[in-house]
């Protein structure tokens, strides 16, 4: 999990056609507890960005429902 955090608990806050709201209660590395809120979408986008030289961009993203910090294309739903 990045930075030592586990999940305790994960509750559905909404759930629609096209996405789910979840909550999750969280503890840290230091112990305390804590709120980590999330959507779940059945589509979105990432970009391709290339500069004039055809260097791709990328942004480092702490990904916290895979537990890993990861470099991604830049993108939304």
Do not use: F, H, K, W
């Amino acid at each position: 999990m990045i930075s030592g955090r586990t999940t305790v608990s994960s509750t559905v806050q909404y759930a629609g056609v096209r996405v789910v709201v979840r909550r999750d209660s969280v503890r840290r590395t230091d112990q305390s507890l804590g709120t980590y809120e999330y959507t779940e979408s059945v589509d979105g986008v990432r970009v391709v960005a290339l500069d004039d030289r055809g260097r791709i961009a990328l942004v480092e993203e702490n990904v916290y429902v895979c537990g890993q910090r990861l470099l991604m294309c830049p993108g939304g739903g």
